[in-house]
């Protein structure tokens, strides 16, 4: 995997090129089920005025980048895209300065492979790029950190793509308390568990379905299934109860300090290899809130990113299992 770190305080030309470079790919994926599956441009705004209100002005300048296109202007909505899964674990490790690392398990080929620093709205983010403006994982400047991982339901119904819900986070909160009430308000078109941790040492984890009100839990673990196991195949194949004891053994029974914890991300359950079925870990993501700092780490790889001093760059991974 080539990665990229990009950064770029207002939408202009390298979001442009980013926009060109990745659209084709984009494209094809968000037509897959034909432009008819995809809501109109119309219902896609105005989702975005009734939930997200402060984005449109970001989303309409960016739209304009893009070129002003129908299509384009319908996927940067992220409005009830197609449906996608992911198979990731999370966790606080709640030390003295706590930490949010979590495993990313996905297809590698259907990924930016990219960090973005931005200052849009007035306030810089920073974090794992999905969709071109959307994000998986981040941190923002008043210390905020936020990550996602597949809640593991099959349901579908209307509302975001989720890393557009983390970006509005990061965007417009700044305590774990306040992106708990976004998190619970937002539609969101699948079921995900979002784990934020603060300044100030407070963490929660949002269970988010489309079909039934988010929970909020003080639950300091996520992995891919919510309060119960519903999609059996799913649960078995990512292990994702196994991944869930395993780090709760780690925080509750063991009591890891924290460079055992991260590194327990780098190796089996949590670290899959499992590329040919398309969930297979891209990468491990540290995030430091109080520091506002960022690590990505791979087998042998640690690449520190600070959001006051961000240096754009790139590095070549090799990941294990991959053909």
């Known amino acids: ?128 790029s999905d969709g071109l403006w959307g994000l998986v994982d981040g941190v923002n400047d008043k210390g905020l950190s936020i990550s996602l991982t597949f809640g593991g339901r099959r349901i579908v119904g209307e509302g975001f793509g989720v890393p557009l819900i983390l970006r509005y986070v990061l965007q417009t909160c700044e305590t774990a308390q306040e992106a708990g009430e976004v998190l619970a308000r937002v539609p969101t078109h699948m079921s995900y568990n979002v784990t934020v941790l603060d300044r100030k040492r407070d963490y929660l984890t949002v269970m988010m379905a489309p079909d039934r009100p988010a929970i909020i839990t003080h639950a300091a673990v996520a992995t891919n299934h919510q309060e119960n196991v519903e999609w059996i195949s799913h649960a078995r194949f990512t292990a994702t109860v196994e991944r869930e004891r395993f780090l709760l053994q780690r925080l509750r029974l063991h009591q890891d300090p924290e460079e055992k914890f991260i590194n327990a991300f780098m190796r089996p359950p949590l670290y899959s290899t499992a590329f040919s079925h398309g969930f297979g870990t891209l990468y491990t993501a540290v995030y430091r809130p109080r520091k506002k700092e960022m690590e990505l780490r791979w087998p042998g790889v640690v690449w520190p990113l600070s959001l006051k001093d961000f240096e754009e760059g790139a590095r070549e991974v090799v990941l294990p299992g991959v053909v």
């Open 1 to 128: 995997m080539y990665w990229r770190a990009i950064s770029e305080d207002l939408p202009g030309p390298k979001w442009a090129g980013l926009f060109r470079e990745y659209w084709s790919d984009y494209r094809a994926w968000w037509l897959k089920e034909g432009e008819t599956a995809r809501p109109t441009y119309a219902a896609s705004l105005r989702a975005l005025r009734t939930h997200m209100p402060e984005m449109v002005p970001l989303y309409e300048e960016l739209c304009e980048l893009a070129g002003g296109g129908d299509h384009a202007a319908r996927f940067l909505s992220f409005y009830t895209p197609p449906a996608y899964l992911a198979s990731c674990s999370q966790a606080v490790w709640a030390g003295k300065q706590p930490v949010l690392v979590r495993n990313y398990d996905y297809n590698p080929k259907a990924f930016d492979s990219l960090v973005l620093r931005t200052r849009w709205m007035g306030r810089t983010v920073m974090g794992t």
